[in-house]
């Protein structure tokens, strides 16, 4: 099933973008660290000759290519907490094309979509109610407790690209030469961390749970040295649902454990996450290691394996997007969405 609306979506898939406004707000965004995804996008889809059309009417969607995250570095005052600027913004943007254009009116947006990684992006929708309401939000920070709509919006990995290539030495140990249980290092932020901290740091030699990998570990052990050497990577979520350290852990065929009640993962309209990950409901983590100990071999080697598959649905490929990416992959998702929605 899926490989078939894959095939149509390659055949038929064809997106109009707005031509409006000016960089570094519009047309360009982060290509590197935590909201790389955002800027990825926006280049690789400003770059398409396969999917992108000039021609409106044979435009299944319209791309509103404003950078969430670029507004944010350039509008936002330190310390402020003051979001207005941001959402002043797109709310003028998407005003102006509305006024210019028919299109927006002729669906009430819902044929339109934004791409954002920053932990913001749907507060920021928050100023045009259409855009809220009815325009498609391909974020990270997925949450369906917040204004995520699961039936509609899209949900954006949170990829974490360190240099301006792809990442190497992908990968982990086998499964025999993993001397950990779990692992996690990482800011104390947010409902879940603090938990997570207060029940397994420094509470079994099993659990490798930190803040900071201690500096005479580190040496030794690196941040990505530790996933590889661990069964299980603990993905809890920090101020926002989503963290990078999902995707991490795929790369590095550490099974990952996500704990963030009401985070909608990507891509799950046809990945089934329960065949290669854990997901932990946030009140459970005092039973965490039982949890991870009942699981039979059987099922963790099962898991693990299937790391190897899904691997190739996260990789952005920086000289052209290759079949099954995660170019790809978004814009399948944005397919069904709006196959749904006709």
């Not at 078939?4 to 409006?20: A, D, G, P, T, V």
């Not at 854990?278 to 009140?283: D, G, V």
């Not at 459970?284 to 039979?296: A, C, D, F, G, Y």
Request: aromatic share 12%; glycine share 4%; proline share 6%.
């Amino acid at each position: 099933m899926f490989a078939k609306s894959y095939e149509l979506m390659e055949r038929m898939l064809k997106i109009y973008i707005y031509k409006e406004g000016v960089r570094p707000l519009v047309h360009i965004g982060p290509t590197i660290g935590i909201y790389a995804s955002e800027g990825r996008f926006i280049h690789q889809l400003e770059s398409s000759k396969v999917f992108v059309t000039g021609d409106h009417h044979k435009a299944h969607l319209f791309f509103m290519p404003y950078s969430v995250t670029n507004a944010v570095r350039r509008l936002y005052v330190q310390n402020s907490h003051d979001m207005q600027p941001i959402t002043r913004f797109i709310t003028t943007y998407v005003s102006e094309i509305s006024m210019k254009y028919p299109y927006w009116n002729q669906s009430g947006g819902a044929d339109h979509f934004f791409v954002s990684c920053h932990d913001w992006a749907l507060a920021t929708s928050r100023g045009h109610k259409e855009l809220r309401q009815n325009a498609i939000k391909v974020v990270c920070n997925a949450d369906a407790e917040q204004d995520f709509v699961v039936s509609k919006d899209v949900s954006l990995p949170e990829i974490t690209l360190r240099a301006a290539k792809p990442p190497t030495k992908l990968g982990g140990l086998p499964i025999r030469k993993r001397p950990y249980l779990a692992f996690f290092a990482g800011q104390v932020v947010g409902r879940v961390r603090p938990l997570l901290l207060q029940h397994w740091h420094n509470k079994d030699p099993d659990m490798k749970i930190y803040e900071h990998i201690p500096s005479n570990v580190s040496k030794k052990t690196s941040y990505i040295r530790h996933m590889k050497m661990s069964k299980y990577c603990i993905c809890p979520m920090g101020h926002e649902v989503n963290s990078p350290r999902i995707v991490e852990a795929i790369y590095y065929d550490c099974v990952p454990v996500i704990i963030a009640d009401n985070f909608m993962l990507p891509f799950g309209e046809v990945l089934d996450w329960q065949a290669f990950s854990i997901t932990l409901e946030e009140r459970n983590i005092p039973q965490l290691k039982r949890i991870l100990v009942s699981i039979p071999e059987t099922n963790y080697t099962s898991m693990q394996s299937r790391l190897k598959h899904v691997r190739k649905h996260f990789l952005w490929h920086f000289r052209s997007p290759v079949k099954y990416d995660v170019f790809h992959m978004i814009l399948h998702s944005l397919w069904l969405r709006r196959l749904a929605s006709l």
